[in-house]
């Protein structure tokens, strides 16, 4: 079956995951309320229609209840980003994602009932920055204000050892997860493979134990 999604606000952000699901082959209900907007994802989304998703009667009579997640990236007006999101938790949408413009942002989305909420820009400055202190650190995930999953490419410190050698859950605390290897991925590594030179190291744990690591090792 179809995954059916609503994206609400059509700035870069809402747009750009307007047009990815789209690509991904979801259907999307764009809203939006600006004309110019709503227009210019007319023969993109599904359905484009403008909308002020503060008003309950329209959420209403849109059906917004019936789609099975909910993304609300409104991004300046907060005020309209929380009243919106807390008409869809009161219509019952089973998921809703909320753009947060600040903690405070996120503190009251978080105590209305969003079950996602993402900050964009924060995530993309912290992950350049990681890309930007260590050339071996490929990529990051925040999985919560402490923890990381980063994917760590291996240089000749690394390469030729096993896991069991590394040792590095007793020393930082860390788990290697996973290792990518040109196209192949090995799931859950066992503690005798050995690493190869440039093989990716996909690592869990707290980021200050990952940095310990990286910065022993790199
Ligand atoms: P970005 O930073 O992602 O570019 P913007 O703040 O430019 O985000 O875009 C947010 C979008 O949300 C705008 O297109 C704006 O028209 C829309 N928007 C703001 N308030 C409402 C509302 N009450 N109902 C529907 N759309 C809204």
Redesign the pocket.
């Known amino acids: 079956m179809k995954k059916e999604f609503v994206v609400?606000?059509?700035?870069?952000?809402?747009g750009s995951i307007v047009r990815e699901l789209v690509r991904l082959g979801a259907d999307v209900m764009a809203?939006?309320?600006?004309q110019e907007?709503v227009d210019e994802y007319s023969k993109i989304a599904t359905q484009s229609v403008i909308?002020?998703?503060?008003d309950e009667e329209v959420m209403k009579s849109l059906g917004i209840r019936n789609f099975e997640h909910v993304i609300v990236?409104?991004?300046?007006?907060i005020q309209?980003s929380i009243l919106?999101t807390l008409i869809l938790k009161e219509l019952g949408v089973p998921l809703i994602t909320v753009?947060a413009q600040n903690d405070y942002h996120e503190k009251v989305l978080r105590k209305i009932g969003a079950d996602h909420v993402v900050h964009p820009e924060r995530d993309m400055g912290i992950r350049i920055a990681n890309n930007m202190i260590s050339n071996n650190v490929l990529d990051y995930l925040e999985l919560s204000d402490e923890h990381s999953i980063m994917e760590i490419r291996a240089n000749d410190l690394l390469a030729g050892y096993s896991l069991i050698d590394l040792d590095i859950r007793a020393k930082y605390g860390i788990n290697i997860v996973g290792i990518k290897r040109g196209e192949q991925i090995i799931i859950s590594p066992s503690a005798d493979d050995k690493i190869l030179l440039n093989d990716i190291l996909l690592v869990i744990g707290a980021v200050v134990d990952i940095n310990r690591f990286v910065k022993k090792v790199m």
């Open positions: 609400i606000g059509l700035g870069r952000f809402g809203l939006d309320s600006s907007r909308a002020d998703t503060t990236a409104i991004g300046e007006n309209a919106t753009k």
